[in-house]
């Protein structure tokens, strides 16, 4: 389902409040009053404003250095799962430290080994 500005009004009509996770490839429309953007490498992406940026970290060709013309209240770091998890989630927790425009985003559930 695509989020429109049809569907926006009717939610708002509602007592709803809309908030999306988008990769931002395409534009959000207007209405929505949550935007999170979580852009993956390799995809232009052209929402560049919002509530919350989040990056899986480290993600090559995709690192927040490289990020400065976007505009979001929350800059979130995310460390990337897998096998390198636990370095990973340190180095997410140096860069934040180092750059205090960026937070730490964890998925406790992954944390906790809960699949």
Sequence with gaps: MQVDVALIAALHDQGFEI??????????????DWICVSPKAGADWVQRSGHELKLVYPQPGLLPDAISDSDFQYNLLQPMDGPMQKQNTR???AYCQANTKWRLSVQTHKILEIR
């Excluded at 908030?19 to 929505?32: K, L, Y």
């Design 91 to 93: 180095s997410a927790i």
């Design 19 to 32: 908030a999306v996770e988008t990769n931002g490839t395409i534009p959000a429309p207007p209405g929505i």
